[in-house]
């Protein structure tokens, strides 16, 4: 079965550091094109972040250039979102998705994890 | 950014109905629109791609027409199961980001 579950989520301050990580399963892992997209709550989605198959492009949403990082370990089977300088506004149930086509960047999303929850709260 | 608008924000209708929501790019798009269905507490669904390629294991009620800027998603027979969350998105950005409509959210009347 094909399946992603993501991991990390928690309650952090202003300022602090997280990463999140992805598990992926039931398929070729560096054959795909990665996403994190998130959803605050009651809200509507937005995508966070890409990186290409082979982990040699990345890309970013304004929200969050420079303060978020995007990686892979395809060794791992392991997509990872490192978050630091983190906002009350960066508040959103995380979700990382894999993209449709095979060794493709420009595709649309056809595997979602269930989501983790980060809130940022002092 | 580009940006996707959808219509309407949210709708009424009775199993049955055939149902039909609309995305607007603010600029075109050519076909890299992609249509996801999420329900309260789990996560979107892909229903539809290339604006009118059925996901496998999608039901054929559902289906995408439109390029450019103008994009539709019909479900010609509503069924219970069909009461959801609907959000377009584009993927014709490059670099990204790839953004997502507002939602229409589609109610039982």
Known sequence: ?122 | AIRMTQSPSSLSASTGDRVTITCRASQGISSYLAWYQQKPGKAPKLLIYAASTLQSGVPSRFSGSGSGTDFTLTISCLQSEDFATYYCQQYYSYPPPWTFGQGTKVEIK
């Not at chain 1, 795909?32 to 890409?50: D, N």
Request: aromatic letters at 12%; proline letters at 2%; a negative charge.
């Open chain 1, 1 to 122: 079965e094909v399946q992603l579950v993501e991991s990390g989520g928690v309650v952090v301050q202003p300022g602090g550091s997280l990463r999140l990580s992805c598990a992926a399963s039931g398929f070729t892992f560096d054959d795909y094109a990665m996403h994190w997209v998130r959803q605050a709550p009651g809200k509507g989605l937005e995508w966070v972040s890409l990186i290409s198959w082979d982990g040699g492009s990345t890309y970013y949403a304004d929200s969050v250039k420079g303060r978020f990082t995007i990686s892979r370990d395809n060794s791992k089977n392991s997509l990872y979102l490192q978050m630091n300088s983190l906002r009350a506004e960066d508040t959103a149930l995380y979700y990382c998705a894999k993209g449709v086509r095979e060794m493709a960047t420009i595709t649309a999303f056809d595997i979602w994890g269930q989501g983790t929850m980060v809130t940022v709260s002092s």
